[in-house]
């Protein structure tokens, strides 16, 4: 085991001065407080990964780029779900509005930043909880998932993935959030690359066990930096949206659960689309 990275040090106070200065309403860093504290959350896990020999940004760095770059279409897909009917300026929005955004082009880029940032949060704080979910949760058995069933998860995510767009309502949100590990984590598999149903086969209970306790933790913290930033969301949900930790109903909070392992299942569905290693398992 080696030390924590410098760049841990670097990332962390990033964070700290970014929520700092949000605060005192410094008006472009208050704007960009999202991306900001990600970027920093970011390089501080790396460097924290680095004590396990784990750093993308020592080991992968371009692999870490490239997993940004894929980070974009995949929330901009649910950004198509929240809008379905992106081509009409009155939207509608279903379920989350932002408020407080530059005039274009600053918009497009901030977007484009805030975007890149998701996957990479996710499964970054996933490989550094891995270890204690390995712990906590031991080894299975393995044993190989059925072709039968691996084709009946992915109709299940197909239909759950159309409904939202064929029939646009705040009640589709849990569709949403379920349809795309049902669809794409079998499809992976099918494939030979990274998925959580491999995974299981091979009696690695840990890595799906982190992405959902990633999901939840980065679902926290988007939260409660959205809460200090002057660019932010709000959210209008059917049920309890009144009931509120931060900006977010408190029964939101379990979309991060599934959409943890959407993330990783859409990274590793286009990585194996494009040419080159594949990425580290």
């Known amino acids: 085991m080696t030390r924590t990275a410098w760049w841990f040090w670097p990332g962390a106070a990033l964070i700290a001065a970014g929520m700092g200065l949000a605060a005192a309403r410094v008006g472009p860093v208050a704007q960009n407080l999202t991306p900001l504290c990600w970027t920093g959350f970011i390089v501080a896990v790396d460097g924290a990964l680095a004590r396990h020999g784990r750093s993308w940004l020592r080991n992968a760095p371009l692999e870490l780029a490239l997993m940004a770059a894929i980070s974009i279409p995949s929330w901009l897909l649910f950004e198509l779900y929240d809008r379905p009917r992106f081509w009409s300026a009155a939207g509608p929005e279903l379920w989350w509005h932002y408020s407080g955004l530059p ?25 550094a909880f891995e270890p204690a979910a390995a712990r906590l949760a031991g080894r299975g058995g393995g044993g190989r998932v059925p072709r039968e ?3 009946a998860l992915i109709a299940v995510g197909t239909i759950l993935a159309a409904i939202p767009l064929l029939w646009p309502s705040v009640f589709f949100a849990a569709d949403v959030w379920l349809a795309w590990p049902l669809l794409l984590d079998p499809v992976n598999r099918l494939m030979g690359r990274p998925s959580l149903l491999g995974d299981l086969e091979q009696g690695r209970r840990s890595r799906p066990l982190a992405l959902l306790a990633s999901g939840l933790a980065c679902g926290l913290l988007w939260e409660s930096w959205n809460m200090l930033a002057s660019a932010r969301w709000r959210y ?19 979309g991060f659960v599934p959409f943890a392992l959407g993330a990783f299942a ?3 569905f286009l990585r194996g689309l494009l040419p080159g290693d594949a990425p580290r398992g």
């Open 266 to 268: 859409l990274y590793h």
């Open 103 to 127: 005039p274009w082009p600053w918009r497009g880029l901030g977007y484009a930043w805030s975007f890149a940032t998701i996957t990479p949060a996710i499964v970054l704080l996933a490989e």
């Open 236 to 254: 209008t949900v059917p049920f309890l949206g009144s009931v509120k930790l931060y900006e977010m109903p408190v029964l939101g909070f379990l």
């Open 149 to 151: 069933l691996l084709a």
